[in-house]
């Protein structure tokens, strides 16, 4: 009852919330609780209905007494991808947890680990499943909508690995992974073009003859065309008939290629007859780079304010080259500190990751930081730090 105050009158002013949640994550039906729950949100603010995630159906029609009922939905379809429950007759409905590292190939357990530095088939599931989430629950005109599971990989102690769960389609360091190309497609090619690969280029251990059969490609793109080596390799379509409700389904291809000769890989992307976006990519690690960049110019001298540096090994066209490995070292000059591993070991999170800077109190002029990879170089950022009063 404290924590539902608390939440509500915190958070009551800002227009962004359209449901409270008044109940225990998961929890079990309490009616006498969560009547009062959903009373006292009522109380404080009256303008907006209760919700709480559910994970069965059992009794719900005289234990359940909200407004919206929310369903945390982990089941295989039969063919081992992602099934999606019709929404219940009768009340609102909303699908509140999909994918997250449940098992569909297995149709239990919570043992998918989409970690960078791990399997790449899996890594490539991560992105379909949750475009087939959002596909299949579309189907239903009354679900209210898809919240998948989930934005950013955290801290736990459950169906972890180094005490690291691994559910989410970006990493601890806010870094999108392979699982973020179908949410950064779905966006109007008029505010942005995307061609989003659901794959590395890469001709690795893991992936001899390149990604392979059915290789995804999220893009909001008409139809894209593929070059290998600067010749023309295929014409692709949308997949509409095995994603029939996303407004921008992916495009699947052939992509089995010999990794001989350190080939290139060209993808135009076309909206109507124009030409939209081209990406590159290139299998040749002798030019790979070492990036190394900060989120933010200009930082307050408050002791508190801070921003993220980044960094991570990427091909010559600058895209994340996979399973970079190496060791990271920073130094630090001007009124700051280092929050973070230092030296880092990019092998552990796939070649890419991040560290934060702080600024001191009282502090004001410029800070350097320097990044020294051991075989790809050396590069510094500069943040200028400006003092906390006018």
Not at 272 to 283: T, W
Not at 335 to 356: E, H
Not at 374 to 389: A, C, D, Q
Request: charged letters at 20%.
């Amino acid at each position: 009852m404290r924590d539902v105050r608390d939440m509500v009158m915190r958070d009551r002013n800002h227009a962004s919330i359209v449901i409270w949640g008044v109940r225990v994550n998961e929890s079990a039906n309490n009616p006498p609780l969560y009547e009062q729950t959903k009373q006292l949100a009522y109380t404080l603010d009256g303008s907006r209905p209760t919700s709480g995630s559910m994970t069965n159906f059992r009794n719900w029609q005289q234990e359940w007494h909200q407004d919206v009922f929310a369903f945390d939905d982990y089941h295989s379809a039969a063919d081992g991808t992602v099934g999606v429950f019709e929404p219940l007759p009768g009340v609102p409905y909303m699908l509140s947890e999909a994918v997250g590292q449940f098992n569909y190939t297995q149709g239990k357990t919570f043992s998918a680990k989409y970690r960078r530095s791990g399997d790449i088939e899996l890594q490539q599931a991560q992105a379909l499943r949750h475009a087939q989430a959002h596909d299949r629950a579309m189907a239903f005109p009354r679900c209210a909508g898809v919240i998948a599971w989930c934005a950013f990989d955290y801290g736990s102690l459950i169906n972890s690995e180094h005490a690291v769960k691994y559910p989410g389609i970006a990493d601890v360091f806010r870094i999108p992974k392979l699982g973020a190309s179908f949410y950064q497609s779905q966006v109007s090619p008029a505010a942005q073009p995307v061609i989003s690969p659901n794959f590395y280029w890469d001709f690795g251990p893991q992936t001899p003859g390149g990604p392979g059969k059915n290789a995804a490609i999220f893009s909001n793109c008409d139809r894209l065309e593929l070059f290998l080596d600067g010749k023309h390799l295929s014409t692709l379509q949308p997949d509409r008939a095995g994603f029939p409700h996303l407004r921008y389904p992916p495009f699947l291809c052939d992509l089995t290629v010999n990794g001989g000769g350190t080939p290139e890989l060209r993808i135009d992307g076309y909206v109507a007859a124009r030409l939209a976006l081209s990406r590159s990519f290139s299998s040749d690690r002798s030019q790979d780079q070492f990036v190394f960049a900060a989120d933010d110019p200009e930082l307050i001298g408050d002791g508190s304010d801070a921003t993220r540096l980044l960094f991570q090994t990427v091909d010559r066209y600058g895209t994340l080259r996979p399973f970079g490995a190496g060791e990271v070292a920073f130094a630090i000059r001007g009124p700051g500190t280092i929050v973070g591993d230092n030296p880092f070991q990019l092998a552990d999170s796939g070649g890419v990751g991040a560290i934060w800077v702080k600024t001191l109190p009282a502090g004001s002029g410029t800070i350097v930081v320097t990044a020294t990879h051991s075989s790809l170089g050396r590069k510094s950022v500069e943040i200028k730090v400006r003092s906390e009063t006018p």
